[in-house]
């Protein structure tokens, strides 16, 4: 079992930034590539950014290319989203996920543990 837990959220104004952490317990998470998912109310869980398992490829949803940077630290055992210049689109509750061996980066079906979430808020 893994245990994945989101913080760093919060209410911020337009053109600012926030770090999101996931930190996982339970087992290790150095071995499995790691991905951020958003959901906005009414709306379905979409990528955001994923991770493989070495750090060597980080892949972004097009909306926040150059303005989100996906991070980890294994030792740690933990990932983070950078999210710099926030827009009021941004506004969703952010999820972090440990991706099965194998399957799409970008579906959220291929994913099989997940954070409870935490929530962004960008101002206008």
């Known amino acids: 079992q893994v245990q994945l837990v989101e913080s760093g959220g919060g209410l911020v104004q337009a053109g600012g930034s926030l770090r999101l952490s996931c930190a996982a317990s339970?087992?290790?998470?150095?071995?499995?590539?790691m991905g951020w998912f958003r959901q906005a109310p009414g709306k379905q869980r979409v990528f955001v950014s994923a991770?493989?398992?070495?750090?060597?490829?980080?892949y972004y949803a097009d909306s926040v290319k150059g303005r989100f940077t996906i991070s980890r630290d294994n030792a740690k055992n933990t990932v983070y989203l950078q999210m710099n210049s926030l827009k009021p689109e941004d506004t969703a509750v952010y999820y972090c996920?440990?991706?099965?061996?194998?399957?799409?980066?970008?579906?959220?079906?291929?994913?099989?543990?997940w954070g409870q979430g935490t929530q962004v808020t960008v101002s206008s």
């Open positions: 996920g440990r991706r099965s061996l194998s399957g799409s980066y970008f579906d959220p079906a291929q994913y099989d543990y």
């Open positions: 991770i493989t398992w070495s750090g060597s490829t980080l």
């Open positions: 339970g087992r290790t998470i150095s071995t499995y590539a």
